[in-house]
T-cell receptor, first 112, second 113 residues
Framework: DQQVKQNSPSLSVQEGRISILNCDYT??????FLWYKKYPAEGPTFLISISSIKDKNEDGRFTVFLNKSAKHLSLHIVPSQPGDSAVYFC???????????FGQGTRLTINP | NAGVTQTPKFQVLKTGQSMTLQCAQD?????MSWYRQDPGMGLRLIHY???????DQGEVPNGYNVSRSTTEDFPLRLLSAAPSQTSVYFC????????????FGSGTRLTVV
């Protein structure tokens, strides 16, 4: 039973525009919501997170929004750059930080 | 500072063989986890540990064993490899008080033929 779902396997965006990646979850008891970025042949790297008690968190070009009533998480990247091309995973933690559970990932391609 | 080190980087096994994937971290992190990545499935949690001597099952534990005798090491054992275990395996660690700082290794690509 998939607790975290990313329904778009891929997304293509023009350089300089906004990229919006989406994620849906099923359990309202999750503690933190996170986004990870992954390049080929490398491990995932942490990008940005948001606590379940907040609805927005910004870090430079990256903003994460949490809509608890809809159980929906989104990542906005603006402006998008070629180096942002990667696979993005949303993830959730529960039982504190003991368990980190991932979605299926969305491959983002930024076109020049 | 090496972070999370996984060995080997690549491995080919025959069906029925056993092997151990090694994971070591030098950051004194309490929590460690093992994931497998398969196309279209994202990263799925196999086993995790919250400290030396304590392990628990994740989403897909069947066919894998783990132990945690020290804070630094968290090996993953395949007792009898099957083609369905062909995957890329990632180890990760984080401090107990950190809610987002999981650090990942670079992965082990395993092929079972």
């Amino acid at each position: 039973d998939q607790q975290v779902k990313q329904n778009s396997p891929s997304l293509s965006v023009q350089e300089g525009r906004i990229s919006i990646l989406n994620c849906d979850y099923t359990n309202s008891m999750f503690d933190y919501f996170l986004w990870y970025k992954k390049y080929p042949a490398e491990g995932p790297t942490f990008l940005i997170s948001i606590s379940s008690i907040k609805d927005k968190n910004e870090d430079g070009r990256f903003t994460v929004f949490l809509n608890k009533s809809a159980k929906h998480l989104s990542l906005h990247i603006v402006p998008s750059q070629p180096g942002d091309s990667a696979v993005y995973f949303c993830a959730v933690t529960f039982q504190g930080a003991q368990k980190l559970v991932f979605g299926q990932g969305t491959r983002l391609t930024i076109n020049p | 500072n090496a972070g999370v080190t996984q060995t080997p980087k690549f491995q080919v096994l025959k069906t029925g063989q056993s092997m151990t994937l090694q994971c070591a971290q030098d950051m004194n992190h309490e929590y460690m986890s093992w994931y497998r990545q398969d196309p279209g499935m994202g990263l799925r949690l196999i086993h995790y540990s919250v400290g030396a001597g304590i392990t628990d099952q994740g989403e897909v534990p069947n066919g894998y064993n783990v132990s945690r005798s020290t804070t630094e090491d968290f090996p993953l054992r395949l007792l009898s490899a099957a083609p369905s275990q062909t995957s890329v395996y990632f180890c990760a660690s984080t401090p107990a008080e950190d809610y987002y700082g999981y650090t990942f290794g670079s992965g082990t690509r395993l092929t079972v033929v």
